[in-house]
């Protein structure tokens, strides 16, 4: 076959061979073009190869008969034979070192569209574009042909994303481990203004980006009950019987290092039936009898967080808890070490990070592998299991803090509970020796709960098992300690630590924000991607006039940008020349959208009432972005109102255009890094001692964006870091509304109190937002009136207050924009490679492969 040739212009290439007949052969430049074999020549020339060969043979389609599905899958699959390569050779190089993995242990991976990160990379962005133009294709379309996986929630999987992308950049062994949920979180839509959820069916048109190995599966047990029984050495022993069992087939995904060569695995399981089909029940006519144990066990990978409202759901989500982590740890200990490894030595090859509760059913399951399968005593057991875990709390809330009923455990997983109760048992006799006499303690710090049922508390099972337990911020670890675990904290100081969240600058700078990047490598040179303290060194640039024009110009661009999305997206017009003031996040009450809420209605009853004038409002358009959970009415009814006041706000001429409302449905990581890189202002108004950390936050400043907030999370780094010039402060701290609760709280007398308050709940009772319904929105009013749990009342004056100063500020646009690249400069530390830096360094006790 004729070589190909790499020559400027168009020249014609046959859509079948590639092939095209002038110019001098190229050679490859770039260091990711030399090694190693079988990975595929960095050249525009190579690249139309191997699009064209993935369209015809991958496909069955020609270039001039190909759709734009099939166009995308052709690229997906050529951007990901540029990696293949890297990753069986990582794989290689980590088993020949020995070298300690790093298993995260996730229910979430809020990853994102994957084509950009594979070609940023690869350092394939440019011959991929070019290569495309020769065939008359666009890549920003073929990129946008992605369907986004919806296998997280919210925050905590994409914090899971970000620190596996940091792993692989910083070249860390790391298999990360979750559920391919077959149809993700929700597709939300709006249907007069309530939110419908509507089936997230991303695998619908192929994912190129994994690799199924059904010849890899593992059998999942579940029910049954257990028996006891001598072995061959004489030693009496405890045999699971299960009642019945599922596989669990692993698909593999690519998770590449930023232009290292490293290529890390994340590692879904998806749930198919041991027995998917009885033929002899549908030869006799019983056709949905023979498929039902089929249908049985994909339910437990089917959706992300089944509603937990009813048993039925409460039992599924615990099956799908286990159904990963047993897949994950046996995975491991039968694939990754090699025959013959000894596990009393298991913590030297492998440590597990426990993202949350969701997986801490893995101490237990890790207990019964090595007592029952590989006839460990119980102390040896311990020993091991002791060293390979450490835990991530990432809430505060009780009700986050998940609790198992021991009926449903004990008849799903019987073997597990008889196996807590003896973890139990051993840690109890730890906590009394220490404290003795002390009943009180030993009831309150006991695994099994007594009340309002008996159950175990999966955060007191991780604590005892974990060698490390970390909170995601500064107050909230903090908090952990003092509020949340006090009793574990005390038994075991050391055992706490801090480790503040970050996020992947690859993504949400360098993908997100091009041009911003561009501005950043202009003035400070190349490395700071993944030296992201570099940033520092713009300090100096937030008083040049050249930068601050061009820094302001990508802002504009960006808000260009964002418009043009949102009018195609969701037939939403943006104004020019508004403060983009953004809120978004998970829906939930402690997060306030209600307050945000509170204030756009107060500055439009204002101008209704004649107490303002239209004109001396800043010109203002707040933008939402939120999902919430199907079975919480309190956060689905606030959506409703939310939209509802933004049909209002949108169509009063009486504010001249000067205040915009805008929601757009199903927001997500695509929508994320064009939204958040257009943001003015950033909302994190969460009532102190609330939020773990957010990560949200940490985007908005390095895009350049300015945030108003409590001191909450890691918005007290925030502020630390960025100055107080630089952060708009409002509202309580943890220590006043602790003692403010402790008071007695009554929010109605703040509304009794404060005429703008009242004036603003008051128009919403009245029904002007709800065709003249007065009991419209009487759950959200009535919540806020009489329960408050999250105190918005007692915050809505610092709060509006503080936003009259955040339109002083931006009424100089000189010294707004010397802020915004002050928040850019000194928010480096937000970087998820610091933050594996510092689980390496604080709980992992491992270092990078050499």
Known sequence: ????????????????????????????????????????????????????????????????????????????????????ARWLETSRRTREAKAKTIGYLSAEYLLGRQLGNALLATDLNEIAEKGLALCGLDLVTLRNQEVEPGLGNGGLGRLAACFIDS??????????????YEYGIFRQTFVDGRQVEETDTWLALGSPWEFPHPEASVQVDFGGHTERYVDADGEERTRWVPSWNVLGVPYNYMVPGYLNGRVNTLRLWSAQATKAFDLQIFNAGDYAQAVRAQTFAENISKVLYPEDSTPQGKELRLQQQYFFVACS?????????EEGFDLHNLADRITYQLNDTHPVIAVPELMRLLIDVRGFSWDEAWEVTSKCFNYTCHTLL????????????????PRHLEIVYRINDQFLAEVDKTFPGDGLRTRRMSIISEYPERGVRMAYLATVAAGKVNGVAALHSQLLRDKVLPDFSELWPDKFTNVTNGVTP????????????????????????TNLERLKELEPYADDPEFKASFAAVKASNKQRLTALLKTRDDIDLPDGHLLDVMVKRLH??????????????????????????????PRTVVFGAKAAPGYRMAKDTIHLINKVAMKVNSAPEVEGRLKVAFPANYNVTLAEKLIPAADLSEQISLAGMEASGTGNMKFALNGALTIGTDDGANVEIRQL????????????????????????????????????????DLILSGHFSDGDPHAFDSVVFNLLHQDRFMALADFQSYV???????????????????????????????????????????????PML
Not at 7 to 35: C, F, K, Q, W, Y
Not at 167 to 180: N, S
Not at 402 to 411: I, Q
Not at 589 to 617: D, F, M, T, W
Request: charged share 20%; hydrophobic share 40%.
């Open 722 to 761: 960025v100055g107080d010039k630089h952060f708009f402060l409002f509202g309580m701290d943890e220590p006043a509304v602790t003692e403010l609760g402790a008071k007695g709280y009554h929010p109605g007398a703040y509304y009794e109190s404060n005429p703008q308050l009242r004036a603003t709940l």
């Open 167 to 180: 792993l692989a950049t910083m070249d860390v062994p790391c298999i990360g481990y979750g559920i391919r």
């Open 329 to 337: 740890l046996r995975d491991f200990i039968d694939n990754e070490l």
């Open 589 to 618: 009450e402690y997060k306030r959208q209600s307050l945000k809420l509170l204030h756009i209605v107060s500055l439009y009853e204002q101008v209704l009432s004649g107490k303002l004038p239209a004109s001396a409002l800043t």
């Open 1 to 84: 076959m004729q070589e190909l040739n790499q020559i400027p212009g168009n020249d014609p290439i046959d859509e079948v061979s590639g092939h095209r007949t002038l110019g001098p052969t190229s050679t490859p430049t770039h260091p990711l073009a030399t090694a190693p074999v079988g990975m595929p020549a960095h050249s525009v020339d190579g690249f139309v190869r191997e699009f064209l060969h993935e369209l015809n043979t991958n496909q069955g389609v020609a270039l001039s008969r190909s759709s734009a599905n099939d166009q995308y899958l052709a690229l997906a699959s050529t951007v990901r034979n540029y990696l293949m």
């Open 398 to 413: 009780p009700e986050a803090l998940e609790v198992w009923s021991t009926e449903l455990l004990g008849r799903l997983l």
């Open 506 to 529: 690859r993504r949400f700078v360098k993908l997100a924000n091009p041009k911003l990047s561009d501005l950043i490598t202009d003035a400070i040179g190349p490395g700071w991607l």
């Open 801 to 847: 207050d503080t936003q009259a100063l955040v339109e002083q500020r931006y009424a100089d646009q000189d010294a707004w924009t010397r802020s915004a690249i002050l928040n850019v400069a000194r928010t480096g530390y937000f970087s998820s490679d610091r933050s594996m830096r510092d689980y390496l360094q604080r709980i992992w006790h491992t270092s």
